[in-house]
T-cell receptor, first 115, second 113 residues
Framework: EAQVTQNPRYLITVTGKKLTVTCSQNMNHEYMSWYRQDPGLGLRQIYY???????DKGDVPEGYKVSRKEKRNFPLILESPSPNQTSLYFC??????????????FGEGSRLTVL | SQQGEEDPQALSIQEGENATMNCSYK?????LQWYRQNSGRGLVHLIL?????REKHSGRLRVTLDTSKKSSSLLITASRAADTASYFCATDAPGGGADGLTFGKGTHLIIQP
């Protein structure tokens, strides 16, 4: 089954404790992206990746890091989480980006609370 | 950056009625997509309409696109309780679009049984 898998789905952590949210897709997609969703603000892009070893900042990259060492995986790293990073996070992938972005496939989301 | 803006922000109708949501955007686009999100879940792609298309259908969904007005509408006919969800439009801008889609803030649709 084609899917995007995120882990963990729920996490409560404390300020400053490094954490990683994993994302994996099994569709051989080139394009992957991380979004955060907050009430009243909609979905905002954090980072995206056009292909292996190619990553770039989205609209709200501060406080986050990503890596794309393999095509299927795109982990989101919070080196020193702060309470303002409490949010619902989504990973998404697409066959390609560029001139025409096609359908995005989303993971089920990771709800993060930073105390 | 936000481009699409859905209207209304919230909509409550009776089961069986039609639901119409609108999306306005600011710059030219390659395509516009609609997604559905059930509460707290991942977004699910509904339909994609290209800039050279004016109308598209998929089951009970009908999407229109007016590039001169920079707007799109999503019509759900014969609504069901299971259609209760948030609906987002997303635009793909030309000129590379390396950052992919830009999402609006969504319309929250409630179908009353």
């Amino acid at each position: 089954e084609a899917q995007v898998t995120q882990n963990p789905r729920y996490l409560i952590t404390v300020t400053g404790k490094k954490l990683t949210v994993t994302c994996s897709q099994n569709m051989n997609h080139e394009y992957m992206s991380w979004y955060r969703q907050d009430p009243g603000l909609g979905l905002r892009q954090i980072y995206y990746s056009m292909n292996v070893e190619v990553t770039d900042k989205g609209d709200v990259p501060e406080g986050y890091k990503v890596s794309r060492k393999e095509k299927r995986n795109f982990p989101l790293i919070l080196e020193s989480p702060s309470p303002n990073q409490t949010s619902l996070y989504f990973c998404a992938s697409s066959l390609s980006s560029g001139e025409n972005t096609g359908e995005l496939f989303f993971g089920e989301g990771s709800r993060l609370t930073v105390l | 950056s936000q481009q699409g803006e859905e209207d209304p922000q919230a909509l409550s109708i009776q089961e069986g009625e039609n639901a119409t949501m609108n999306c306005s955007y600011k710059t030219s686009i390659n395509n516009l997509q609609w997604y559905r999100q059930n509460s707290g879940r991942g977004l699910v792609h509904l339909i994609l309409i290209r800039s050279n298309e004016r109308e598209k259908h998929s089951g009970r969904l009908r999407v229109t696109l007016d590039t001169s007005k920079k707007s799109s509408s999503l019509l759900i006919t014969a609504s069901r309780a299971a259609d209760t969800a948030s609906y987002f439009c997303a635009t793909d801008a030309p000129g590379g679009g390396a950052d992919g889609l830009t999402f609006g803030k969504g319309t929250h649709l409630i179908i009353q049984p």
